[in-house]
Structures are given as structure tokens and as C-alpha cells.
């Protein structure tokens, strides 16, 4: 597997001898019992582990159907974050998001199957790989706009239909491990899932409104 080459939170270049999966897992193991929160969580990964916190949010979504609620909490503190990247501004959130408390025992189930496929993911990621679309400037910029849709696509109230929360926390997953690993195709998988979640949402939408106009003209018969 691959070594982390991080470059986020404060800007500087850091070498990291462990492995993504690594870093969260030790995150996941010191969660307290009786539940986590936002302040939480933030604290565990580290004052520069803002992407390491995306990507940990965006792990529990790896499943077809989420946790109900938490597609909210953790996807507005991923937009948070996000505004924060793309105006180079310390993260800022309101107490009342810092403060929700999440039940731990239901995240555990969810971050174990998670790992599995964040294991698969960093077999294909390769750090400094087409690195011109990790860099900053317009590329930085796009980039973190891209993490933004993608916050805003897992927020979107599809939570309960299949995979309407999976498509955007891969692609949000992609992006902050592209981000940190500086992997440009690790990025590009990044975009290309937020464009298939806006066709899936487009076809969901449309199909809905075409079942809704049908009922009524059967009702009007």
C-alpha cells in the first residue's frame, strides 16, 4: 500500500509514515463509548486534519442506505469545511453542530464495513499521480468547490432511497484523499461521481414528477 504525502490545514508539506485507513481507524478506536461529536471528532484528527475529517465523515455514507440524520450533521460540517478551504479561512462552526452528539454504537457497524472499501481505495491511490490537478491556485479552487457540491449533494433529503447518500460520499472520499495524497486521478474519480450523483438525483426527480403527474391524470379520469 501507499504512504500519505499530507498537504492541508496549515498549507505546509508533512510526511506521514501511515497509511490513510491508519490515521482514521486510530480515530475510530478512540471515539468514547457513550457517543462522538463534531468537537469531537475534530479534535481526534488534529488541528491539520481537516481532509483526514472529511474523509472520516464521508465513510459512514459507504453504505446504501445511511444512518437517518446524520447525513445533515456530517454533511453541513463538510460544507463547512469546504468554505473554509476555498476561502482560506480557519474553520469555523456553530456550537449547536460542534455539540450534536451522534450514537457511537450506531457509527462502529458503519465505519467497519467502510474500511474495507477505503482499503480497496488506497491500493489504487497513488501519492503525487497527475499532481497538476492537486494544485492550488483556479486547480485549488475547483477542487474545493467540487468538495463543496459534493457536501451539499449529501445533504440533499434522499437519505432513505438506495445510494443517494453512496455516490456523494465517494466522491467526496476521492477528492480529500486525492487532496491529501496530492493524486490528481484520485480527484478526477472525485468529479466524475459528483457528475453521476447530479444524473442519478435527475433521473430521480424526473421520475418521480413523471409517477406523480400519471397518478393524477388516472385520478382525474
Not at 409517477?211 to 391524470?217: D, G, M, N, V
Amino acid at each position: 500500500m501507499n504512504h500519505l504525502d499530507i498537504d492541508e490545514g496549515s498549507g505546509e508539506n508533512r510526511a506521514s509514515t501511515e497509511l490513510l485507513s491508519e490515521r482514521l481507524s486510530k480515530v475510530v478506536e478512540a471515539m468514547p463509548d457513550e457517543g462522538v461529536t463534531l468537537g469531537d471528532l475534530r479534535q481526534l484528527v488534529g488541528p491539520d486534519g481537516l481532509m483526514l475529517l472529511v474523509a472520516l465523515l464521508s465513510l459512514v455514507f459507504l453504505i446504501p442506505v445511511s444512518i437517518p440524520g446524520v447525513s445533515t450533521v456530517f454533511g453541513l460540517a463538510i460544507l463547512l469545511i469546504s468554505v473554509s478551504r476555498l476561502f482560506g479561512r480557519d474553520l469555523w462552526m456553530p456550537k449547536k453542530v460542534q455539540g450534536r452528539v451522534i450514537s457511537t454504537e450506531k457509527l462502529l457497524p458503519a465505519f467497519d464495513r467502510a474500511f474495507k472499501w477505503l482499503h480497496r481505495l488506497e491500493k489504487i491511490s497513488k501519492p503525487r499521480r497527475m499532481e497538476w490537478l492537486a494544485a492550488d491556485g483556479l486547480v485549488g479552487v475547483i477542487n474545493s468547490c467540487a468538495l463543496i457540491l459534493g457536501a451539499v449533494l449529501l445533504m440533499m433529503p434522499f437519505g432513505l432511497i438506495p445510494f443517494s447518500n453512496t455516490i456523494p460520499a465517494v466522491a467526496l472520499l476521492c477528492l480529500a484523499i486525492g487532496i491529501v495524497q496530492r493524486d490528481g486521478v484520485c480527484i478526477l474519480l472525485g468529479h466524475i461521481s459528483n457528475v453521476l450523483t447530479i444524473i442519478y438525483f435527475s433521473v430521480l426527480i424526473g421520475g418521480s414528477g413523471v409517477a406523480i403527474s400519471e397518478a393524477l391524470r388516472r385520478f382525474s379520469e
